[in-house]
């Protein structure tokens, strides 16, 4: 929880999530994209204590081991990063113009 009260890594995050670069977050990883206010529209998931938080930022909780929606990449535990890993790497292979446009979790 340290990060998520700590300015200058929200910031920090805010303004890389703002490259349009992949992002991921495992088990309570999306707590500074949520504090940094970049998940609204998202699809993500995490652990489910989480998701509480997670619909209050405007984003749509999915209970599912790993979930890719436009840049963001989220798993729920770290159990799940045999699952994970490969989604990371085929995101990671897409240009970040591709990526972009693929922000809202209907696309």
Not at 7 to 24: C, I, L, Y
Not at 44 to 52: E, G, K, Q, V
Not at 80 to 85: K, Q
């Amino acid at each position: 929880m340290g990060l998520r009260i700590n300015r200058d890594a929200v910031g920090f995050v805010a303004s890389f999530v703002a490259t349009g670069k992949p992002v991921t977050a495992i088990c309570r990883g999306p707590w500074p994209l949520i504090e940094a206010d970049v998940v609204r529209g998202h699809r993500l998931t995490a652990w489910p204590s989480l998701w509480t938080d997670l619909r209050n930022a405007g984003a749509q909780p999915v209970d599912q081991e790993v979930v890719v929606d436009g840049w963001f990449i989220s798993s729920c535990s770290p159990a799940d990063l045999a699952a994970s890993c490969p989604r990371c790497r085929t995101v990671h292979r897409r240009p970040a113009a591709e990526l972009r446009g693929r922000n809202r979790w209907w696309t």
